[in-house]
Nanobody
Framework: QLQLEESGGGLVQPGGSLRLSCKVSIFGLEGYYIGWFRQAPGKEREGISCIAGFNEDTYYADSVKGRFTISRDNSENTVFLQMTGLKPEDTALYYC??????????????????????WGQGTQVTVSS
């Protein structure tokens, strides 16, 4: 069973930065797409950035494009989300999720074309002064 564990959330002032990490408990990322999702109270879950574990394909939602950067370290089985220029509307519970590459695409993962079968527990990000 694939397991994912997020870390790096916290409280940050508007305009600040955070880096989230998603540690994946598998032999290698190469067989998967991995993505970051968020859900704010009263809102639907949103796929904000996804990455292929085996090539350079990435996807960003318009809401984070130009401010957030997704990356991965295959040697550490870890996917990162560098968040800059944080806004109060970025406040949410942030999850990472994964799906096997044969079942989806990098865009499909983020757009929930097939609900990802593997999820972490989430890490809270709060942007407030």
């Amino acid at each position: 069973q694939l397991q994912l564990e997020e870390s790096g959330g916290g409280l940050v002032q508007p305009g600040g930065s955070l880096r989230l990490s998603c540690k994946v408990s598998i032999f290698g990322l190469e067989g998967y797409y991995i993505g970051w999702f968020r859900q704010a109270p009263g809102k639907e879950r949103e796929g904000i950035s996804c990455i292929a574990g085996f090539n350079e394909d990435t996807y960003y939602a318009d809401s984070v494009k130009g401010r957030f950067t997704i990356s991965r370290d295959n040697s550490e089985n870890t996917v990162f989300l560098q968040m800059t220029g944080l806004k109060p509307e970025d406040t949410a519970l942030y999850y990472c999720a994964a799906d096997w590459k044969a079942w989806t695409t990098v865009q499909g993962l983020c757009l929930n074309s097939r609900p990802p079968p593997y999820w972490g527990q989430g890490t809270q990000v709060t942007v407030s002064s």
